[in-house]
């Protein structure tokens, strides 16, 4: 009876009364203060209330509500599709929005009810990889500022693909340890790219000089990178290296020399199109025409197959007698010079080039690390 008077008089009283009014019948439901046999008509009264054209009437219901576990969904739901400042309350802290409501507001949603979803306390997988496919940078910034958020590798991929090119996106995607391998390689690609694009740099070093160390920076962080690979995720960077056009002659050459097997064994099946057990057993034991044999399926000419065969023999003569891997390069490139083998000698002094530029980061990072053990 007492919320039948207040839908009468609710026809003629004031905005503000109104909003007053909503809000104490929101609270005292809440609160659980109504009767249980005047609850369904308190909430007959708030749905009526939904189509009050005073926003402060729907926001002292969203305020009241928000937090109610126990709030009726035909009231939540109109609310959270409400106008930004009367959904945020909602949508920022109602549990009764299931992934399916929240996928759904972040399909046809604004910006605005996105970077809502993005800030919640809790977000599910389905909604991040929502939000991954169609936000934003600001609202994708959120999600991945936000520690209760989970995302998936694939989101994580996606948000890569689509957002990569933003500065802010690539560094908080470069810090997470569970981004994807291949995804980590697009991103430095991109860092690259950016880098050369820059016009200063160019105007200071040159465009032809700034191409090269740029592609020598992102083969330095690749080669970092396969050392932390898991097996698992091995295949997936070697197909992504390779689609990228990353899986060259002089990259390959410098992964054999410097002993990264696994990743070199997963580059080698992967280009020659054989299992890599048998791969494996070709490069520890088989004959050196086997091993050029198997070169030569990956498309390599027959001079490079020639001296990759060589430079397996060399790396396994190295690797059993306890020698520094680093020499198979060095006593290679001495051989072609010997040889006068103009091709193999440009693509050996590449690789030598490429070790420096590997051994030069790793001295910084190990000079960066002794300067903090010694403050």
């Known amino acids: 009876m007492i919320v039948h008077a207040f839908l009468r008089w609710i026809e003629t009283a004031r905005a503000a009364d109104r909003a007053k009014a909503a809000s104490v019948l929101a609270r005292a439901y809440a609160k659980a203060r ?42 939540i739901l109109p609310l959270a599709e409400d106008q930004p400042e009367i959904a945020a309350h909602i949508i920022l802290c109602s549990c009764l929005l299931t992934d399916a409501d929240l996928v759904d507001l972040v399909a046809k949603g604004s910006d605005v009810t996105r970077m809502l979803i993005a800030n919640r306390s809790h977000v599910s997988r389905a909604v991040s990889a929502a939000l991954a496919e169609v936000g934003g940078v600001e609202d994708v910034l959120a999600l991945l500022e936000n520690e209760g958020a989970m995302l998936s ?35 430095v690609e991109k860092v690259g790219t950016a880098l050369a694009g820059f016009g200063l740099i160019q105007a200071a070093v040159g465009t032809g000089r700034v191409e090269r160390i740029t592609r020598e920076a992102c083969d330095v962080a690749t080669i970092g990178m396969v050392a932390e690979v898991a097996a698992a995720e ?16 002089v990259f390959l050459m410098h992964a054999l020399c410097t002993g ?11 280009l020659s199109g054989q299992e890599e057990r048998r791969v494996r057993s070709l490069l520890s034991n088989g004959r050196e025409a086997a091993v050029r044999a198997l070169y030569e399926t990956t498309g390599l000419g027959a001079d490079v197959s020639a001296l990759f065969a060589e430079a397996t023999m060399l790396w396994r003569r190295e690797a059993k007698g306890g020698g520094g891997l680093h020499s198979v390069s060095e006593m290679l490139l001495v051989r072609s010079r010997a040889m006068g083998n103009a091709a193999c000698q440009a693509m050996l002094e590449l690789v030598e080039r490429l070790a420096i530029a590997e051994q030069r980061q790793t001295a910084r990072s190990y000079a960066l690390i002794a300067t903090r053990e010694a403050a």
Do not use: Q, W, Y
């Open 34 to 75: 109504i009767a249980p046999g005047d609850r369904r008509a308190a909430e007959m009264a708030m749905i009526f209330l939904l189509d009050d054209p005073a926003p402060k009437v729907r926001l002292a219901l969203a305020e009241a509500l928000a937090s109610c576990a126990d709030a009726p969904r035909a009231v």
């Open 153 to 187: 590798r694939r989101s994580l991929t996606r948000i890569a693909e689509r957002l990569g090119h933003d500065a802010d996106i690539r560094a908080l995607l470069l810090d997470r340890d569970d981004l994807p391998s291949d995804a980590r390689h697009a991103l």
């Open 234 to 249: 091995m295949p997936a960077l070697v197909e992504h290296l390779r689609v990228t056009g990353r899986l060259t002659p």
């Open 260 to 270: 990264r097997a696994e990743f070199f064994v997963a580059a080698i099946a992967n």
